[in-house]
């Protein structure tokens, strides 16, 4: 069964350094893997999805990595701001059909 | 941006109410999950459909019912509400072509008093 690990569970940062969020999975046979921001009480919003065969997926600020072999996708978040503070959360399909299994997430707070 | 609904966005009823929660998407998408999460926790799948007429029980156990009579329109039931179905609800949807990519609606907020 797959298992979606985030480390660490939350993260604090001064505005304007960089943030790096991690992603472990156990099963490396994925098709993709979805990178959502979750501000408190809302839905998710998708950030980035990266595909199996992409080794980096960039939007703006973001830039998501994906190393299938070693089971980790990485988020990175340049010069972080205020307004960056939510929950990060990366999800992968359990199967081909479109289940997913989601992390616990990385909680972050940028201090102005 | 993302065009899933969710009505209503808050919602307290009393214990042993039927309630229904609504989940709606406009971009023609295939299939349709409703998570459950606590504040602070993770999302659990409780129920998923991949098409009209499909419908599945998710990871998650769950007295709610589903039903997906119309691509778009995607309901969960409560037939009879108690405390310990206090929680955030979020509808999500996806598309096949579009590597299942993920869309997910504001969330209900529901609690049984």
């Known amino acids: 069964k797959q298992e979606v690990t985030q480390i660490p569970a939350a993260l604090s940062v001064p505005e304007g350094e960089n943030l790096v969020l991690n992603c472990s999975f156990t099963?490396?046979?994925?098709?993709?893997l979805q990178w959502f921001r979750q501000d408190p009480g809302k839905g998710l919003t998708s950030l980035l999805l990266?595909?199996?065969?992409?080794r980096e997926q960039t939007s703006g600020r973001l830039n998501a990595s994906l190393d299938k072999s070693s089971g980790r996708s990485t988020l990175y978040i340049a010069a972080s701001q205020p307004g960056d503070s939510a929950t990060y959360l990366c999800?992968?399909?359990?199967?081909?059909?479109?289940?997913?299994?989601f992390g616990a997430g990385t909680q972050v707070v940028v201090t102005p | 941006e993302a065009d899933i609904y969710q009505t209503p966005r808050y919602l307290v009823i009393g214990t042993g109410k039927k309630i229904t929660l609504e989940c709606s998407q406009t971009?023609?998408?295939?299939?349709m999950y409703w998570y459950q999460q606590d504040p602070g926790m993770e999302l659990h799948l409780i129920h998923y459909?991949?098409?009209?007429?499909?419908?599945e029980k998710g990871d998650l156990s769950s007295e709610s019912t589903v039903s997906r009579i119309r691509t778009e329109h995607f309901p969960l039931t409560l037939e009879s509400a108690r405390p310990s179905h206090t929680s955030q609800y979020l509808c999500?949807?996806?598309?096949?072509?579009?590597?299942?990519?993920?869309?997910f609606g504001p969330g209900t907020r529901l609690t049984v008093l």
């Open positions: 459909s991949y098409g009209v007429n499909s419908t």
């Open positions: 999500a949807s996806s598309w096949t072509g579009r590597s299942n990519e993920q869309f």
């Open positions: 999800a992968v399909p359990t199967d081909s059909w479109g289940k997913f299994q």
């Open positions: 971009m023609g998408h295939d299939k």
């Open positions: 990266i595909q199996s065969s992409q």
């Open positions: 099963d490396s046979a994925i098709y993709n």
